[in-house]
């Protein structure tokens, strides 16, 4: 297995074991109650109910000895490692380390507490606290003495690093020093040994593969498969079908750099079958994946590449994987690239600069570090301690021998002088907090009211237009009631217009008030048949558009959310009015759905004004910039775009524009289905 298919699959199975291997004879029963815990947690792939099955039984099997303490704090990290969550992992290692202390010092002391320091530093790197990390490391490297076990654990970890900063030749010099110590002996289990030696032979294969030196990396490759077909006893069936299928990813990579494609495509298929069985190494369906598609490409498969990036797609939708993700992006700008689509190879590419310059400057701190170079500060700067220390010593020693009642009056002295100062510090600090503390308070209060504040201004509101509806709805329908009577004046007329006019107006903005979102949790969530809803605003709209004499086409698919329906309603109004708005008379207006990734798309597309490129940020905004006139003069508040983005994201759905100026303007919505 590759460095990647270490770190998530076996790493994760033996970060149980290597805890647990120098102390077996104590702990026999402990172990196969452990075993079988891991066993069943493994093979479930960490649901929620099964985790806390898990820790239940971790707890059940564990005393509260010190050593007991250890495995127990041990196996919790690891669970926390595994999901990522290195900030509690680094927790679990540190009571690790501080249940070692005051223990006796035999071998069984030497091997944990280095296994414990390796473990810090994985977690510390993990959190790109470098310089921790290797200090740490290097104090490992001190406590590891003659346990040829942690030596390997170090030198597979030292690998890894330098993998990670592209320095493949002293990786493969780590690893295989790795494989000569475990090759020659150590106390692990047959099975922590058969894992490890597989992981670092397949491992070297892969830095030879990064260094182009392609036939030393398929030698490397064919050795990890012989030697799992050879040892396989010593290991589960699941497990070897893992470990075969992530070495058949990394050997399809070296096949398809000499030119041998078509082994190259049935080992990535294979690899991609084997690792989507349940309890697999789903992580690594992706790298294959990605290969997958670069060698259809290369052969201009674009309908088998296309197919291929949608299930890579789908995958990084349930699983992020930032590197995966800037590969994903660059084949889909090769792709587009191919089909002639530079517009969107062009958008592709960009995003994949963006994301790839992001994680580069983020990993430029590890990638600058020398670990040789670092280890040999690290070892002048305890030598130089341990010599400073010592001078030190001997300094005070003559000082004590010759002027011990001198010192003795200036030791009681500077220890009075600095319990008074001391205490001097306390109370100014204890003022100081007591001072901060009563700010604080009064912040939270003024933010409390802010808050209540806010909330009653937004009740109020409401209530004035839910008031003011009324006698306005009254001033507009008389006004159209005068209106139908043609005994007026020409004055008159105009005024009643004028009056007709402002209240239908008023009316409108009364609506985008009333229509002001409120909180999440306040919706009436329901399934809501998209179609139906559609075709609802459509009808109610149909005479609205009819006055500019404009059409509407509704294309629907099959498609329920979850929502408030009376919201969604208003979102899609919204947006088909603005459509009939601002396109011009005799125009089409294009309503259509379509489903991706698990959600529903809704377009709705005019042929109006467009929106010109310095407005398009602000669109979605209450902003006066913003507003414009429809084509019959019709007004613009301001409101209902902004409105509809508060109603969209408490769907936890998403609102976008695309809008070509003085030709066409296409608003998109997205929802995730039920």
């Known amino acids: ?33 452990r075993a079988a815990t891991i066993d069943s947690f493994l093979n479930t792939r960490l649901s929620m109910e099964d985790s806390n099955r898990f820790f239940y039984m971790v707890d059940s099997a564990f005393d509260q000895s010190p050593w007991q303490l250890y495995y127990k704090y041990s196996d919790k990290r690891a669970y926390y490692t595994y999901k990522k969550d290195y900030t509690r992992a680094l927790t679990y290692v540190d009571s690790m380390l501080l249940v070692m202390a005051n223990r006796p010092n035999d071998n069984i002391y030497f091997s944990n507490y280095a296994n414990a320091l390796i473990l810090k530093g ?21 406590s590891i003495s003659t346990d040829t076990f942690r030596l390997i654990q170090f030198c597979n970890r030292l690998g890894m690093v330098c993998y990670k900063q592209k320095k493949y030749s002293e990786a493969a010099e780590y690893y295989k020093k790795g494989f000569r110590v475990r090759a020659y002996g150590g106390n692990a289990s047959y099975y922590m040994n058969f894992a490890m030696q597989q992981s670092n032979l397949d491992n070297i294969g892969l830095c030879y593969s990064k260094l182009n030196k392609t036939d030393s990396a398929l030698l ?38 000499i030119g041998n494609d078509s082994a190259a495509e049935r080992l990535l298929n294979e690899s991609i079958r084997i690792n989507r069985l349940p309890a697999h190494a789903l992580e690594d369906v992706p790298y294959s994946l990605a290969k997958l598609a670069t060698l259809y490409l290369k052969h201009n498969k674009l309908p088998e590449t296309n197919h291929i990036l949608a299930q890579l797609k789908a995958g990084l939708d349930t699983a992020p994987n930032a590197e995966m993700l800037i590969r994903w992006n660059q084949l889909q700008s090769i792709y587009y690239e191919k089909m002639n689509d530079y517009r969107q190879a062009d958008f592709y590419l960009n995003r994949y600069i963006k994301v790839n310059d992001s994680v580069t400057a983020t990993q430029q701190q590890m990638l600058n570090i020398d670990i040789n170079k670092t280890f040999s500060y690290f070892k002048s700067e305890y030598d130089l301690s341990a010599l400073q220390k010592e001078n030190r010593f001997k300094s005070i020693s003559l000082l004590i021998a010759t002027l011990l009642f001198v010192m003795g009056v200036v030791i009681i002295f500077l220890t009075r002088k600095n319990y008074l100062q001391a205490r001097k510090h306390v109370k100014t600090l204890e003022v100081l907090n007591e001072s901060i503390s009563l700010k604080n308070d009064r912040l939270q209060k003024a933010l409390f009211s802010l808050e209540k504040s806010q909330e009653e201004n937004g009740r109020m509101l409401r209530i004035v237009a839910h008031d003011l509806r009324s006698p306005i709805s009254g001033i507009h329908g008389l006004s159209d009631l005068l209106l139908r009577n043609n005994n007026h004046t020409a004055q008159e007329k105009a005024m009643l217009e004028l009056i007709y006019t402002s209240s239908t107006h008023s009316i409108e903005l009364i609506k985008d008030i009333l229509h002001i979102p409120v909180a999440s949790e306040e919706m009436n969530r329901e399934r809501v048949d998209m179609t139906v809803l559609l075709k609802y605003c459509i009808e109610l709209l149909q005479p609205r558009a009819a006055e500019k004499t404009q059409r509407i086409e509704l294309k629907t698919v099959p498609a329920v959310i979850l929502g408030d329906n009376e919201r969604l309603w208003r979102v899609f109004s919204n947006l088909i009015t603005n459509a009939i708005k601002f396109s011009p008379l005799h125009s089409l207006i294009e309503v259509s759905m379509q489903l991706k990734d698990n959600h529903v798309i809704v377009s709705v597309r005019d042929n109006g004004i467009g929106i010109p490129a310095h407005l398009m940020d602000k669109v979605f905004e209450s902003s006066k910039e913003a507003k414009r006139k429809g084509t019959a003069g019709e007004p613009s508040f301001g409101l209902g775009l902004a409105i509809c983005k508060q109603i969209v994201i408490a769907h936890n759905g998403s609102i976008w524009a695309e809008s070509e100026p003085g030709k066409e303007t296409t608003f998109y919505t997205s929802f995730p289905l039920v």
């Open 1 to 33: 297995m590759g460095p990647r298919g270490y770190l998530s699959v076996l790493l994760f199975t033996c970060f149980f074991i290597i805890t647990v291997v120098s102390s077996c004879s104590l702990h026999n029963n402990k172990d196969a109650f």
């Open 220 to 257: 490397y490759f064919d050795s990890t498969l012989s030697y799992i077909d050879r040892y396989d006893q010593y290991s589960s069936a699941s497990y070897n079908e893992m470990a075969r299928a992530v070495v058949y990813g990394n050997k399809a990579k070296a096949l398809a750099d």
């Open 122 to 142: 994985d977690a510390l790197l993990a959190l790109q606290r470098y310089d921790e990390a290797f200090q740490v490391y290097y104090l490992a490297s001190q």
